[in-house]
């Protein structure tokens, strides 16, 4: 069915690097989602209110926000494929992660209705009459709802959208949430237990902890959340295997939606070849990058390799970073003669994780590069960067 709909509805669909393209599968999943949540959240509340079941009609009220929420979704993905303006240099595809956001807040504000009305219930239980076409409509919803789930997990995989994955999320949810509205109404009509008031708190419960849930992700890279770690990995191994390249630092990516990646690198070179010939390495790896898919610009640093006294030193300092704890390193390494000292200057880069303060990390340093070459007078100039890919 999935795949009917892709092949049907989304024009020029294997092309998903297309902004176009990739607006059309959220436009089709937006619809998708309108017309199904519609036709459950119509049928459960007039089922609820037909036989008094307020878990029932809780659960309808529930799909009533979720194709809210597809409309919200099918609104801003169409704003998102707007090209970039003036106002926004770097195009509008967050909007599918404010979308995302809006869809949260809708869904917790319904929890807060439900859980007063089934408060309420609960204070003032009613003997809730049994039906089976309640039960019929209970069974439909789970059964369209685990196939909504399967659809956008589908959609959302295919176009990396984590709107749409969320959307996959609050449908499981709602199978989760009205199998138990179904097993309250199967318990009422064969012990009597009259458990409707609880199972929709329980449900306006678990709504609202989804919802907060979803705040939570999709504020996250709207805040400027760590770059996807298999994409630094790769980004780096990549930038490594360039022949003239001798090392990377400075690595910062930067999301401004889907496929909207922009990233910038510093990229060590050998400073006795010919800067033009460095220039244009720089120039083909800013080109291979673009043609994946990443605007990454290239500062390029030329490090000296043929001073004897240097490269020694460098290693000693390289030894004596990686122990000042994990997933600190060096970068930048060079060295100013004087007459009576020698200053040695060079960045470190610390992971979030390290608890340290710079000053005392200078100290230590100081300390340690003094120790390892005594017969020397060297001045450590140490700047302490952050990691902002932070694999360590």
Known sequence: MTNFLIRHLVKDYPNTSNPEVRSSYGRMAGLVGIFCNVLLGGGKMLAGLLFQSISVLADGINNLSDATSSAVTLICFKMSSRPADK???????RMEYVSGLVVAMLIVMVSFNLISSSFDKILHPEQTPFSWISVGVLIASILVKFWMMLFNHKVGKIIDSTALEATAMDSRNDVIATSAVLISVL??????LRLDGWMGMAIALFILWSG????????????????DRDLVKKTMKKLRSYEGVLGIHDLMVH??????????VHVEVDANRDVMESHDLCDNI?????????????HMDPIITDDPELNEL?????????G????????????????????????????????????????????????????KQYYTVVNVDRNYTDLG
């Not at 106002?87 to 595809?93: I, T």
């Not at 907060?212 to 770059?227: F, K, M, Q, Y």
């Not at 460098?314 to 990686?322: L, M, Y």
């Open 87 to 93: 106002e926004h240099p770097f195009g509008h595809a």
């Open 187 to 192: 318990i009422a009509k064969w012990s009597g």
């Open 212 to 227: 907060i849930n979803l705040i939570r992700d999709t504020l996250s890279p709207l805040l400027g959340e760590a770059p």
């Open 255 to 264: 999301d401004y939606g889907p496929g909207r990646c922009f990233a910038s």
């Open 286 to 298: 800013e080109r291979d990058f673009a043609a994946g898919g990443m605007n990454l610009i290239v």
């Open 314 to 322: 460098r290693e000693k300092v390289v030894r004596i970073v990686s």
């Open 324 to 375: 000042l704890g994990k997933g600190i390193s060096m970068h930048d390494f060079r060295m100013v003669r004087g007459y009576s000292h020698t200053n040695v200057i060079f960045d470190i880069v610390v992971p979030s994780s390290c608890k340290r303060s710079a000053d005392s990390l200078r100290e230590e340093i100081q300390e340690k590069v003094q120790a390892a070459a005594p017969e």
